[in-house]
């Protein structure tokens, strides 16, 4: 995973804690979107029900021990660059769905409290493997996010993986 490039004064982890918290202060708090985009963590949490808290303490540092703040870094910095370039993406699928982290960085649109869905079916700290976030967007414009990923990552350390089923009897 390479490594991603944290604004002055920040890691990996403190940066997405940043993002994830101010992310909950606007999806479950009392603050607009705008607002909760220039809160301290220490800010943001006076606006986040306890519950959520919990469960974002709980994610993080999951996602913490297991060393993959700079993963969850890199699918939102790409996924919110194709939104904010008008790509259109799906909601979120399979277990990334669970995360509540994923919810707060805008990976997923789908509220895992809401829907009663479990981080662990997505990341267990039992079973050590690597997440796997599934995405669908825009089929047209797929080379566009290809290019933002290697120009900002570098060509080698991006790859594509498809997925490919074909019919027949057994």
Do not use: C
Not at 31 to 58: C, F, G, K, N, W
């Amino acid at each position: 995973i390479p490594t991603f490039p944290t604004p002055k004064g920040f890691n990996e982890k403190t940066y997405l804690d940043y993002l994830v918290f101010q992310g909950l202060a606007w999806r479950y708090g009392d603050v607009s979107q705008e607002a909760a985009s220039s809160m301290t963590v220490e800010e943001a949490r006076r606006h986040i029900p306890a519950h959520v808290l919990e469960r974002a303490d709980y994610e993080l540092g999951v996602i913490d021990r297991m060393g993959f703040n700079g993963y969850f870094l890199i699918v939102q910095d790409f996924i919110n660059w194709g939104k904010n370039q008008g790509i259109i993406f799906g909601p979120g699928r399979g277990s990334a769905a669970g995360s509540i982290v994923s919810y707060a960085v805008r990976i997923t649109e789908l509220d895992p409290l809401k829907y009663d869905l479990l981080f662990e079916r997505f990341l267990n700290p039992d079973r050590v493997s690597m997440p796997d976030i599934d995405m669908d967007f825009e089929d047209s414009r797929r080379n566009e996010l290809i290019d933002y990923v290697v120009l900002k990552y570098g060509d080698d350390k991006v790859s594509a993986i498809i997925t490919f089923g074909t019919l027949g009897a057994k």
